[in-house]
């Protein structure tokens, strides 16, 4: 565990691998940069957490990713290929899925066409893609032929999760996909990230239920005033609560 | 009572015409947002690239497939080289009317600079009026109503069951989210202000048609109905669209039944304003404001 600001020894990430890394990030919308000099490293099979108050910059450091946003300074590699040329819709060719926290479903399409739209850039199996989520999301085979606007809250996070497999990325990012959802769902969304993680794509996820997502994140980043501030594997974050609390609070 | 179902017979003929404008331009509202007073004259160079067919081959086929060809070209080449740059440059939608609104001028005085403010005559195959169940129509009317009745069709099954309908669709509700989704909504937004005007241009030249010839004012002044007719469907609502030209169309035919024609533009406005007092979003309220109410 590392506090970068007051010069510690840089802990060894555990993902000596990483698929994706964001070097020295700086971005904003035009006016002062929202996030200055950040650093994330994502490796496939794991859970990458951006913890951080509201405002820390967590969802400008995922909309860059998904290029969304230009970073200013900086870079965004895949496989160690830079993709900060490449526009949204190409992104999702080079197998990285962006699912934003709001407004992420279509709601005039139906789930299969939402579905369809997931895999757009798919040539072929788009079909059998999403039998496959499906079975993954039974909750959304019986409302297959619904307009997205007619499920719950919980169903819309299901298809918004299942649209972003639809491809089946090596990298899936995600705006805070518990937010507002009923324990139950929580729960039901965490149980299958870990099952998306264990068939060994990268999991990278913004949120704000900390204690939570620090039992399942393998390695957490905790960004505060558009930097980073704290990082370290779940675990040990999680047993240093008071350090955890004096930046993002009782979760 | 006869008298009645004739003018619901000449009714069907205004809303085939109209249904082209407005679902062409619905269409077009629903993917890009843009508010779009140039469609007038997208409607009339069609129409007029028809005359011109004219002079040399009289086919109406060839003519109305010169007129689909002409609308969409213009259509196409106002957004990708006058609207796309603007867009881009992050202008916002109430500036980008008045500028269809400059685009709608200029395009007006070109035709009058080519073609002369008169008049011109378009000949349709004459023919005697035939009657067809309780109506009373023209082989051009019947024309007219089969035309726009294959094209409606077309935009239905494009929307449902085509992946590019489908994407139209997608972009038509969240852009953003169809560009991370992996759909190059710049694409599909060319490709719909192409066929927008595809429909626009057929649309002119059946208007023409109709009334047996053209003016360069003719589109704009057309255009007030097909945005009553568009309000009252629902803005942006394709399906909306094809109910508001119909409910338009019969109510302006049936009134210059019992009233003098010339309130026929009166008698539409009063339809919208009737609708939207007791449907406030149109008769197919806009997506927008089912997402705000869920």
Not at chain 1, 11 to 35: C, F, K, S, W
Not at chain 1, 47 to 55: D, K, Q
Not at chain 2, 181 to 199: C, D, E, F
Request: charged share 15%; aromatic share 8%.
């Amino acid at each position: 565990m590392v506090d970068n600001q007051v010069g510690l020894p840089v802990a060894v990430a555990p993902h000596a691998d990483p698929i994706l890394i964001a070097e020295n990030v700086t971005a904003g919308y035009g006016g002062p940069p929202v996030i200055s000099d950040v650093n994330l490293r994502a490796a496939r099979g794991e859970i990458t957490a951006i913890l951080g108050p509201n405002g820390a910059g967590k969802s400008t450091l995922l909309k860059v990713i998904a290029g969304v946003i230009r970073p200013t300074q900086g870079t965004i590699s895949l496989r160690g290929e830079d993709l900060s040329m490449l526009q949204p819709q190409e992104l999702v060719r080079t197998g990285l899925s962006y699912i934003p926290q709001v407004a992420n479903v279509f709601p005039s399409l139906t789930v299969y066409e939402n579905l369809e739209m997931g895999g757009y850039v798919l040539r072929t199996g788009v079909k059998e893609r999403a039998e496959r989520l499906c079975e993954m999301f039974p909750s959304l085979k019986a409302c297959l032929r619904r307009p997205a606007r007619t499920l719950s809250g919980g169903e819309r996070r299901m298809l918004a999760i299942a649209r972003g497999l639809m491809v089946d990325p090596s990298v899936l990012l995600l705006d805070e996909p518990t937010a507002g959802l009923a324990p139950r769902f929580v729960q039901s969304v965490w149980e299958h990230l870990i099952a998306v993680k264990d068939q060994g794509v990268a999991v990278v996820i913004v949120e704000q239920n900390t204690r939570q997502t620090l039992t399942y994140a393998t390695w957490a980043y905790v960004m505060a005033f558009g930097r980073n501030h704290i990082e370290g594997n779940g675990g040990d974050l999680l047993n240093d609560a008071a350090l955890v609390d004096a930046y993002i609070g009782k979760g | 009572m006869t008298d009645f179902l004739h003018a619901v017979g000449f009714g069907l003929v205004t809303a085939s015409i109209l249904a082209l404008a407005t679902v062409a331009i619905s269409l077009q509202f629903s993917v890009t947002s843009i508010p779009n007073l140039a469609q007038g004259e997208f409607m009339m160079m069609g129409a007029y690239g028809g005359l011109v067919v004219q002079s040399v081959i009289q086919n109406v086929i060839v003519e109305a497939l010169a007129a689909v060809v002409v609308g969409a070209a213009v259509s196409w080449a106002v957004y990708r080289f006058l609207l796309q740059p603007f867009v881009r440059a992050g202008t916002r939608n109430t500036t980008l009317l008045v500028v269809t609104l400059g685009v709608s001028l200029i395009l007006q005085n070109v035709l009058l600079a080519v073609f002369g403010g008169s008049y011109l005559q378009l000949k349709v195959p004459a023919s005697a009026p035939i009657t067809v169940g309780p109506f009373l129509w023209t082989i051009a009317d019947v024309i007219i109503i089969v035309a726009a009745l294959v094209s409606l069709s077309v935009v239905h099954i494009v929307l449902r069951y085509t992946k590019f309908g489908k994407s139209q669709r997608a972009v038509a509700d969240n852009p953003e989210l169809a560009r991370v989704t992996g759909i190059n909504s710049g694409q599909v937004i060319r490709l719909t202000w192409l066929w927008a005007g595809a429909m626009s241009g057929l649309g002119g030249f059946v208007l023409g048609a109709q009334i047996g010839g053209l003016e360069p004012s003719l589109g704009f002044q057309f255009l007030l109905v097909v945005f009553a007719a568009a309000v009252v469907g629902g803005i942006g609502q394709p399906y909306g669209a094809m109910l508001g030209a119909l409910l338009i169309g019969i109510a302006m035919e049936v009134s210059a039944a019992y009233i003098p024609a010339d309130y026929k533009q009166g008698v539409a406005f009063a339809a919208l304003i009737l609708t939207l007092l007791f449907r406030p979003n149109g008769l197919v309220p806009s997506r927008s404001r089912i997402v705000a109410e869920a």
